[in-house]
């Protein structure tokens, strides 16, 4: 059983372009979880995502930021117009859709954005 | 509200000898708490829980951590240190409830000497 996927790895852009980071939950989670960890600091929530729906995106900026989890395919967060303060780990997680079971959360590598 | 507080940023230990990594807690609802681990640019690998049940919770690579509701603390040990345990631990609180959101410590880095 694969676990949780995330792709690229490293992701290079320069200011004002589009990040586009991917992530794939382990086999039968269909609950995702994305969160950011800049440099110095621990990670913080951004969004959780059901297949299709949006539960809760209390720690995503306002702008220039989104995220998707699609029925078919890996969950997307998508960074537009991306600035400096934008370099960090993103980290996806995801949960088994099981009762009491969706506390336990599988991390992936992360995706380790720069912004030039 | 919940908030995780990590009492040490840094901890240094020699090999062989025993790990103590403190963690307190807050939150309005009971709680459920873990420790992650993460390896210099990997992600995050789960070594323990606690979710009610015994306070006493045995994880991975001999890790363990006893959940204390009076002092509001879960902190993390070990026996003897080894070498490979060197990394960063985060330890995480959640409700209790089914909602998945994870509230992060800001992190201690183990130093292992040999």
């Known amino acids: 059983n694969a676990g949780v996927m995330q792709n690229p790895r490293h992701l290079v852009r320069r200011r004002g372009q589009e990040a586009r980071l991917r992530c794939s939950p382990m086999?039968?989670?269909?609950?995702v979880y994305w969160y950011r960890q800049l440099p110095e600091e621990g990670l913080k929530f951004m969004v959780y995502?059901?297949?299709?729906?949006?539960?809760?995106e209390s720690g995503m900026p306002k702008e220039r930021f989104s995220a998707e989890f699609p029925k078919e395919g890996p969950s997307i967060l998508r960074i537009q117009q991306v600035v400096r303060g934008d370099s960090a780990a993103y980290f996806c997680?995801?949960?088994?859709?099981?009762?009491?079971?969706?506390?336990?959360?599988?991390f992936g590598p992360g995706t380790r954005l720069l912004v030039l | 509200a919940q908030s995780v507080t990590q009492l040490d940023s840094h901890v240094s230990v020699s090999e062989g000898t025993p790990v103590l990594l403190r963690c307190n807690y807050s939150?309005?609802?009971?709680?459920?708490l873990f420790w992650y681990v993460q390896h210099p640019n990997k992600g995050l690998q789960l070594l323990l829980k606690?979710?009610?049940?015994?306070?006493l919770v045995k994880g991975i690579n001999g890790f363990e951590a006893e959940f204390k509701k009076s002092e509001t603390s879960f902190h993390l040990t070990k026996p003897s240190a080894h070498m490979s345990d060197a990394a960063e631990y985060f330890c995480?609180?959640?409700?209790?409830?089914?909602?998945?959101?994870?509230?992060f410590g800001q992190g201690t880095i183990l130093t292992v000497h040999p």
């Open positions: 997680a995801s949960s088994h859709d099981g009762q009491g079971s969706r506390e336990t959360q599988y």
């Open positions: 086999k039968g989670h269909s609950h």
């Open positions: 995502l059901q297949k299709e729906n949006i539960i809760d």
């Open positions: 939150s309005s609802y009971s709680p459920s």
């Open positions: 606690y979710t009610s049940a015994a306070t």
């Open positions: 995480v609180v959640t409700p209790g409830t089914s909602y998945g959101k994870l509230t």
